[in-house]
């Protein structure tokens, strides 16, 4: 990701690829690892669906670890290991300076420094530090990677011994501040790319200090390979755990991009690729005897090619319609389908029904119970009824069936549980359980699609109690029933969406606009009306915005601007408010990248009106400087004239100004006033539309002279 977006240079080595996979083929020669195993490390091969890889780069999974998470391991463990104990030669009793400690490379290293008995200092932006507190750190070490003075506070806090090895990956005046941390010489071993310095130099100039820039495949593939397996025992072992994960299907690869270009995120980004259904494998569908269920089962029949199916309900062979819905299964083509009676709120159960699966490859979760009743009336019964059939029953799965390669982890939820239903709070709550599973998952690497459904047209069990009085008042909200057929189409459409959380309902806006009751958020972009009183806003905006600016005294002026750059600064970074922007530092420390940059560019392009141009952020490199800019170019600088000095005391607003203020402003003018009339002249100020500038300035010096 990081060569894609321009952040770190081509080299040797551009083209390698990290991520974990299951081994097709070996080479004759090759002898530690099989086919069929689940590997992780580096790929010669680049990456793909299917690559190619020296057999020294690559080790088995960590037992515990989804496909995900032994994805995002290689590249930040080797790292972190090659810098910290080959170049740094890091002991126990030693003390470490990290930068970065959020990032992935952050979290590995901290991880192995702890592990083998380091004291660890850190720094990391001050929106992430909150996560390094949960990661045990307190504030005597930890400081901002923004700004300067953790050197001062670190010696401080270390009684002026500062400390032993420094890893660093930042630069610049960075590369100075973290050098005064090593009083008494030590290591200070460089993972970055962007600000390499001179080590004979660093030496000269801060003695006993050794400089060591370096690239982890510098350390060969036979160290590399015994870099992995002691990285491998160390996760087996317990003594290291999976870093934060954001994981995005490579689907959504272009999203993953922009979410790294922002610097969002903590710990490691991986691309997942989503595994087919295994034709020989079978899927589970629990709630598979009922009405949803049974639709569902016979569409991944027809339409996915499954063959083998593994249906269970309470009643399980003696549900209603049994033998139908089998006979349907085997006639559309289903080699095998086991129908068994299961209660998957109870563990132990679903653990014996899961346990002698024939190669599971899926899971859908169509199981559930209604208890409805308005939020005050909830009982403790009520909700242990939903919470046990939805959420409990759906944990107990993913617990279950996380080891296994699934293809497809599909949760029935409800639209109940993003929009909100009279009469449906613990509903809601359940099905908002598995809307959240599915999010969970998801940041582990493991297929996950909660489709928040609506109301289903054909009657069943989760939906027969309700009267025509009340379909017609879901009608009248504008949330339309599903037939079937719209049904298993939304199905499909949500596992293509390779997101994890869908709401699948039909919607008619002009009934729930004409319902009286408010569009939800989640809905808006869907209303023609407010899509339109949008854009008619944002039109109207850009030049309204830049004519009141204009009109504006000077002052008021630039203050406005810095205030909407550091607002769209704020937006463009994913920040809640303006006051996380700075208006005096560099935008690059701020977190802008080339990307950024250009959004910023727009944003404020789109707000005022002007045509920027696209280096406008980098000519203009702090939120100060660019408003300046922005001034600058609303309203370029005049020869001062009578004309010029009357406009400006028109645009004057008197009534913003404080006391002091109107007391000078007005001293000046009766001063000026009287300079004008001169002495014996008593018909009244003399006409400034006729004064040449030269006299103007005349009368303004000669009163500023005597006053």
Known sequence: MLLELGMVAQDQWSSLGEGAGIVLEVGSEVTGLVPGERVMGLFTGGLGSVTVSDHRLVVPMPKRLSFGQAAGVPVVYLTAYYGLADLGGLQAGESLLLHAATGGVGFAALQLARHWGAEVFATASAGKREVLHAWGFDDDHLADSRSLGYAEAFLAVTGGRGVDVVLNALAHEHVEESLALLPRGGRFVEMGKTDIRDAEEIARRHSGVRYQAFDVMEAGFDRIGEMLEEIRVLFDEGALRPSPLTAFSVHRAPEAFRYLSQARHVGKIVLTLPAPLDPDGTVLVTGGTGVLGG????HLVARHGVRRLLLTSRSGPAAEGVEELVADLQAAGADHVSVVACDVTDRTALAELVRPVRRLTGVVHAAGALSDGVLE????????????AKARSAWYLHELTQDHDLGMFVLFSS???LLGN????????ANAFLDGLAEYRAGLGLPATSIAWGLWAHRSAMTGHLSDADRDRLA?????????EQ???LFDAALDLHRPVSLAVPLDMSRLRAGGRPVPDILSALDPGVVVRRRAVEQVAAGSLADRLVELPARRRREELLELV???TAVVLGHSTAAAVDADSAFKLLGLDSLTAVELRNRLGNLTGLRLPPTVVFDHPTPVELAAFLDETLVPAEETTVNSLLTELDRLAVTDLDENDRGLLAKRLQEALRALTGPGETSGPRDLSVASDDELFDFIDSELDTA
Request: glycine share 20%; proline share 0%.
């Open 295 to 298: 639709q569902v089962a016979r």
């Open 377 to 388: 009336a909830l009982t403790r019964a009520d909700l242990d009824a939903v919470l046990r």
């Open 415 to 417: 639209a109940a549980g």
């Open 422 to 429: 009279a009469g449906q709070g613990g509903y809601a709550a």
């Open 476 to 484: 009248g909200m504008g949330l339309g029933a599903i037939t079937d």
């Open 487 to 489: 049904g298993l189409a």
């Open 566 to 568: 550091r607002e769209s």
